[in-house]
């Protein structure tokens, strides 16, 4: 049994195939070829990005991307993302994958190598321990039924909004009440999405990057719900299409600024999301968070149930100086 590595072509044939293994590998964010080719036409092309197709004697059996991770704020800091046909062997596959990137990775002065996975697949995240991996954090999955949703709990919202002199509006009145709604969502994003758990410190992104997500295909303009404060945007929640289901929605995200926290606000938003998800016909939202963030409990709180977490997994690549050598 031989297996080999190469290139992603950008081929019709291969978009076909890379849309084929990743539905196959990670069904729980499935994805239509049109997706895979709208992020492979607006990606940041000045970071380093490699995909790479695993073969057992010709045949592929599965595939692997790895990319020098622009939003983090450590220069050289790669995260890869596997996906394996679950039918081929995943050891052989990913040993060949992660050989072929290491030696790339190496060459190019790589600090840090990051992945992610799901805990329920032990073998997969064995794997990734063997490699060298340890699991720096842990997101639960989870899903609300909207059409069992009890709107009744919640019927002091309106009233505490109205106190607290806080209107709850979607998108299109943001656009249509500020000329400047791009540049108010941007000031907006930076200080919710700097407050969110991650493993390693991320950069703010550049304002043409962030602009890109309300053209993206999955974006919906009924999704997007925003807090306001007089005339400041003050926070946001925002669901997305799942491309190739109409039956689920999920989080963008969510988020208040420090300065209006525990104020009912994010709840606030959320219900008018979950307004949204039942005229839009979904039967469920998903989303993933930190397992420790209070975004999480007030998600369990909101009668999201619990699925397998992702797990994220991190490599330092430096060579570890000895006490002795320090
Ligand atoms: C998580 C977040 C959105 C909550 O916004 P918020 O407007 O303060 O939330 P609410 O006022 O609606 O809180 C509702 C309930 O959630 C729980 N909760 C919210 N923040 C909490 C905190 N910091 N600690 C403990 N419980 C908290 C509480 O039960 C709270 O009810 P209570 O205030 O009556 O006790 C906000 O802290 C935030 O923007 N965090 C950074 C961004 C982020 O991590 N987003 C999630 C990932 S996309």
Not at 225 to 231: E, K, L, Q, S, V
Not at 241 to 253: F, R, Y
Not at 265 to 283: C, S, V
Request: net charge negative; aromatic share 12%.
């Amino acid at each position: 049994m031989s297996i080999t590595t190469r290139r992603f072509t950008g081929s019709d044939a291969d978009f076909a195939l890379k849309t084929t293994l990743w539905n196959k590998a990670w069904p729980e964010y499935y994805r239509t070829e049109k997706i895979h080719r709208h992020d492979e036409e607006t990606r940041n092309k000045e970071y380093y990005f490699i995909e790479l197709i695993i073969e057992q004697d010709g045949t592929p059996i599965g595939m692997g991307e790895y990319m020098d991770d622009w939003d983090t704020d450590i220069d050289d800091d790669y995260f890869f993302m596997l996906y394996i046909d679950p039918d081929a062997d995943f050891q052989a596959a990913a040993n060949a994958f992660m050989n072929a990137m290491n030696a790339d990775v190496a060459s190019r002065g790589g600090k840090t190598s990051g992945t992610i996975m799901l805990e329920n697949h032990e073998d997969r995240c064995q794997l990734l321990k063997d490699h060298g991996y340890t699991p720096a954090m842990r997101e639960p999955r989870s899903e609300l039924d909207v059409t069992s949703f009890d709107f009744s709990r919640y019927d002091w919202v309106d009233a505490k909004m109205a106190d607290e002199k806080i209107e709850i509006v979607g998108l299109a009145e943001v656009k249509s009440r500020f000329a400047d709604w791009q540049q108010r969502s941007y000031d907006l994003d930076w200080p919710i999405v700097s407050d969110i758990p991650t493993t390693v410190e991320l950069k703010r992104q550049p304002f043409e990057e962030f602009i890109k997500h309300f053209s993206h295909p999955n974006h919906l303009v009924d999704g997007g719900y925003y807090a306001i404060d007089g005339d400041q945007l003050v926070g946001l929640s925002v669901v997305k299409a799942v491309d190739g289901n109409p039956e689920q929605l999920s989080v963008g995200i969510t988020g208040v600024l420090p300065s209006h926290r525990r104020r009912g606000i994010a709840t606030a938003l959320k219900l008018e999301t979950i307004k949204f998800a039942r005229r839009y016909g979904a039967k469920i939202i998903k989303t993933d968070n930190e397992e420790n963030n209070p975004m999480y409990d007030l998600n369990v709180q909101l009668g999201f149930k619990p699925k397998p977490a992702l797990l994220i997994f991190e490599k330092n690549l430096q060579p570890q100086t000895t006490s002795e050598e320090a």
